[in-house]
């Protein structure tokens, strides 16, 4: 892992009317007012990106349209954007501002194949640029000093862009990261499961089917064998694990033995060690199907996206801010979200805090059409201005209070001294 540290906040670098005691009151206040004030100014912009985005769903590291839309937008505000970055075409980040500390808003805005954007990556996008652009704007008018950085973070959905990101060194100076997800509750804090994926191909020997079926070797019957020992095993995992597979070959004509065969699995624990351990049962299941139909096999694992590591202090701050914009989200702290996200592996590495906020009715469930037309409607258009506030506001008082964002890398570290990362 790149880092385990921490950032030793500076208050002297912080150039505001605050004073050694804390910031003033009035001057937060007031700025607070102003960062809303620009996300209620920038909605019809937000909106319109949010909309193109879901009219033109583009699926993993495909994101063409989508990063160059949220590039340009924050081209005119300002903003200092590099793409690709960390060798992926679209990915992108944006900065403004100069100094300590240095705050990232994460964008996705990858979608799902047949879905569209049934997870609502649009409102992801939308409301990570509105928060940057509107904490950007709040802050120089107050003469505060920071530095703001908005990340494009492409393909959350499969190979996991932020993981490509975090390896890449691009965390390494950043002390906090900001991000949403759309969900149909409100809801702060809690961790995620932890993810790999095994893709298993089988090599068999193709034969007739009826007239020489003794000279093939069936590839498939070691793929479908591989389903068979993994719903065995099962019967003797966690209550957190899941694992789940489809068969992506299975051969080309029912009077062929298939010679070829190829599963894929994804393997989830809220544990990281136990996750590990899984994997490896999860393998052991494809090694004894291929043993047992006289298969070849080849394993292809990805890197595991990690669980979310909570932060108290950021989950605080996030509560916090929901209610100032009129939302009452569910703490969750201490529990976990059944789902998976490379936003964990951003969280290994810097405090980091991404709230669920409401944008689908009560019930609607996440990758399914429902949810792409909600991601679309005025509840998804008051979530990508909710967020934004959100997250400016969260961002803001992270530049105002120093010693609030000591606490959160005290949090992070589990109350080690912060030392600086390599």
Not at 15 to 27: I, Q
Not at 188 to 205: E, I, M, T
Not at 356 to 373: I, Q, R, S, W, Y
Request: charged share 20%; with cysteine; aromatic share 4%.
């Amino acid at each position: 892992m790149l880092r385990r540290g921490g950032f030793r906040p500076r208050a002297e670098k912080i150039s505001c009317s605050a004073t050694k005691g804390g910031p003033d009151v009035t001057t937060a206040a007031e700025t607070t007012a102003r960062v809303k004030e620009h996300v209620d100014s920038l909605a019809p912009a937000l909106l319109d990106l949010s909309h193109r985005i879901h009219a033109n769903p583009e699926t993993a590291n495909e994101e063409r349209k989508a990063s160059a839309w949220c590039a340009d937008l924050l081209r005119s505000e300002g903003f200092e954007v590099t793409m690709p970055v960390a060798g992926l075409e679209t990915a992108f980040r944006a900065r403004r501002g100069s100094g300590r500390p240095a705050l990232a808003f994460l964008a996705e805005y990858d979608a799902l194949p047949g879905v569209g954007h049934a997870c609502g990556h649009n409102i992801i996008a939308a409301s990570a640029l509105g928060a940057g652009m509107a904490l950007a704007r709040a802050l120089e008018e107050a003469g505060l000093q920071a530095t703001v950085l908005v990340d494009g973070t492409p393909a959350e959905e499969t190979t996991s862009g932020k993981l490509v990101m975090v390896s890449a060194g691009l965390y390494r100076e950043v002390d906090a990261v900001l991000s949403m997800h759309p969900e149909a509750e409100d809801a702060v804090g809690g961790s995620c499961l932890g993810v790999a994926r095994l893709s298993f191909s089988f090599k068999g020997r193709a034969a007739h089917a009826a007239s020489s079926p003794d000279k093939g070797v069936n590839a498939l019957d070691a793929a479908i064998q591989t389903f068979n020992n993994v719903n065995a095993l099962r019967q003797h995992t966690r209550s957190d694990a899941r694992i789940h597979g489809i068969i992506t070959d299975g051969g080309k004509a029912v009077n062929i033995v298939p010679d070829f065969a190829r599963c894929e699995f994804g393997v989830r624990s809220v544990d990281l060690g136990y996750l590990k351990e899984l994997l490896e049962k999860v393998k052991n299941c494809a090694r004894a199907a291929a043993l047992a139909a006289g298969a070849g096999l080849d394993i292809q694992e990805t890197p595991i996206c990690e669980p979310i590591k909570e932060n108290r202090t950021l989950t605080r701050l996030t509560l916090e801010a929901m209610a100032e914009v009129g939302r009452r989200a569910d703490d969750r702290t201490g529990k976990h979200f059944p789902a998976s996200t490379d936003f964990g592996n951003v969280s290994q590495v810097v405090p980091a805090i991404a709230p669920m906020v409401k944008a689908a009715p009560e019930g609607t469930v996440l990758h399914h059409p429902d949810f792409a037309a909600a991601a679309a409607s005025p509840q998804g258009d008051a979530a990508v201005v909710a967020a934004a506030k959100v997250l400016a506001i969260v961002g803001l008082r992270l530049v105002l209070e120093p010693e609030t964002l000591k606490e959160a890398w005290s949090d992070f570290t589990g109350g080690a001294p912060a030392t600086a990362g390599t």
